[in-house]
Each structure stands twice: as structure tokens, then as C-alpha cells.
């Protein structure tokens, strides 16, 4: 079983605003990154540190955190933006360690 | 181009052993950790292993420890992992993915290579 827990599936309407979150001792300590996945695709990172995008990934992703909680919220949801969504940080080994995922419905 | 291309991955019996590469291209491989995530069939992401830039830190999930095996090799810009006594419940996409410290995150993966373990 994951150290980071996710809700599996979210649902938001396009052009709204939503948060998926990952929650887990570790995160305490550090910062999650995030990872976005589309069918029969690599994931790609979109978040990383406080708040930190790659280049090329939109600024309506953002992310924070809050004790063991982190969060990626995506304002003004696109079409395009309706993926599987994983965070990572290490469990109680140091080792790293993915979220279970959450798959986001834009409808 | 920034590239990481995996290879090896195909269909083998229980038990059996597996060898994966990675070829990397376009950045300092040698700047960098290196790992290995999978992802079975319909499933989410596993974290398998990582090798630090220089081999001297190597972790595993519990997992696959005692079975898998990550090496790199610098002068072939190569990642490596060993799969031994292959189970079914190893079946799944492989991935590498470069870490890059300063993230504290994996920020370049390759198309994942495909392991099948079935009698």
C-alpha cells in the first residue's frame, strides 16, 4: 500500500477550478511533486518544490501544502487538462514513493 | 533532444531473468541520478529503484529487492536494471526517469519498455 493517498477520480466542470490532494507523513517534511499522465503517454512533471513549474506546463497549475497535505489546483480547467494525476515525495524509509492516483474528469 | 530510450523489455516465464537498458541522450548523464518506475497493466505508478550519479547510493522497493539489480554505465550514457526470478506480479510498463536534485523531482522519462511474465 502507498504512503501518499489520493482520491481516485475527480470531477470538474470546464473552466472551474480544482484541487487534487495527496496526503502523507512524509510530506511534512518534504514537498511532493507532481506528475501528469495521459493514455498510452509517459507522465510528464508539473510541479515541483514550493511551487514550481517546468517549462512548457501552464501557470493555471499551481501547487502548495499544508502539514501532511499537498496540492495541485488547476484554475480555469481545459479539456486538455483531463488526465491521471500522481504526487511523489519518500515513505518512511527515505525511498521514494508515487500516490496512488487520481484520475481527473473534465466534463 | 533530451532522451531517455528504453529497451529489453519482453514476454518470459516465472522465474526467469530479464535485463532492461536505458540509453540517454542530450544532457550530462553523469550529472544526474537515475531510476526505474513501472506501471502494471491498468494500474499506477510503482517506484522500482535508483542509483545515485556516481553508483554509490543504489535503493530498491521492497518489492523487488534481493532480485533486481540497477547499475549505469557513464562511458555508454546507460541505466540498467537486472531483473532475476521474475514473478507475474513484475508485469508491468518500465520506465527511466532522470532525477534531477535540484527539483527533488524526476523531470525527464522515457516511452517505457514492456515486461510480460506469464507461464
Known amino acids: 500500500s502507498s504512503e501518499l493517498t489520493q482520491d481516485p477520480a475527480v470531477s470538474v466542470a470546464l473552466g472551474q477550478t480544482v484541487r487534487i490532494t495527496c496526503q502523507g507523513d512524509?510530506?511534512?517534511?518534504?514537498?511532493a511533486s507532481w506528475y501528469q499522465q495521459k493514455p498510452g503517454q509517459a507522465p510528464v512533471l508539473v510541479i515541483y518544490?514550493?511551487?514550481n513549474r517546468p517549462s512548457g506546463i501552464p501557470d493555471r497549475l499551481s501547487g502548495s501544502s499544508s502539514g501532511n497535505t499537498a496540492s495541485l489546483t488547476i484554475t480555469g480547467t481545459q479539456a486538455e487538462d483531463e488526465a491521471d494525476y500522481y504526487c511523489n515525495s519518500r515513505d518512511s524509509s527515505g525511498n521514494r514513493v508515487f500516490g496512488g492516483g487520481t484520475k481527473l474528469t473534465v466534463l | 533532444e533530451v532522451q531517455l530510450v528504453e529497451s529489453g523489455g519482453d514476454f518470459v516465464q516465472p522465474g526467469r531473468s530479464l535485463r532492461l537498458s536505458c540509453a540517454a541522450s542530450?544532457?550530462?548523464?553523469?550529472?544526474?541520478?537515475m531510476h526505474w518506475v513501472r506501471q502494471a497493466p491498468g494500474k499506477g505508478l510503482e517506484w522500482v529503484s535508483g542509483?545515485?550519479?556516481?553508483?554509490?547510493?543504489?535503493t530498491y522497493a521492497d518489492s523487488v529487492k534481493g532480485r533486481f539489480t540497477i547499475s549505469r554505465d557513464s562511458a555508454k550514457n546507460s541505466l540498467y536494471l537486472q531483473m532475476n526470478s521474475l514473478r507475474p506480479e513484475d508485469t508491468a510498463l518500465y520506465f527511466c526517469a532522470q532525477y534531477t536534485a535540484t527539483y527533488d523531482a524526476f523531470d525527464i522519462w522515457g516511452q517505457g519498455t514492456m515486461v510480460t511474465v506469464s507461464s
Open positions: 542530450g544532457f550530462s548523464f553523469d550529472d544526474h541520478a
Open positions: 518544490g514550493k511551487n
Open positions: 512524509s510530506l511534512r517534511s518534504f514537498f
Open positions: 542509483i545515485g550519479w556516481n553508483s554509490a547510493s543504489v
